[in-house]
Nanobody, 120 residues
Framework: QVQLVESGGGLVQAGGSLRLSCAAS????????MGWYRQAPGKQRESVAT???????NYADSVKGRFTISRDNAKNTVYLQMNSLKPEDTAVYYC??????????????WGQGTQVTVSS
């Protein structure tokens, strides 16, 4: 089976920075995309940033210029560098990965989530 383990969340003041990490482990043949999503209280889960195996990236408009997603393919790990954090960035951040575990088996996997709280 596959596991995604996130780390790096915490409490930070507005304007500060945090770096999230998400490591995938288990029976992995290949990973297509890896991404970060977030869910604030009372709101729907939204996509924050995605990175594909070739290195292409997508960002939500609300984080462009402040957040940077990167990945280490050798370690099956994705990172999210978050700078200039705002109180509205407060949410539980989830890692998601599109992983092929066998020739004809490919699924989305989610991490357990890590809390990011930005104080004003």
């Amino acid at each position: 089976q596959v596991q995604l383990v996130e780390s790096g969340g915490g409490l930070v003041q507005a304007g500060g920075s945090l770096r999230l990490s998400c490591a995938a482990s288990g029976t992995i043949r290949s990973i297509n995309y890896m991404g970060w999503y977030r869910q604030a209280p009372g709101k729907q889960r939204e996509s924050v940033a995605t990175i594909f195996s070739g290195g292409n990236t997508n960002y939500a408009d609300s984080v462009k210029g402040r957040f940077t997603i990167s990945r280490d393919n050798a370690k099956n790990t994705v990172y999210l560098q978050m700078n200039s954090l705002k109180p509205e960035d407060t949410a539980v951040y989830y890692c998601k990965a599109d992983i092929r575990t066998a020739v004809l088996r490919r699924n989305d996997y989610w991490g357990q989530g890590t809390q990011v709280t930005v104080s004003s």
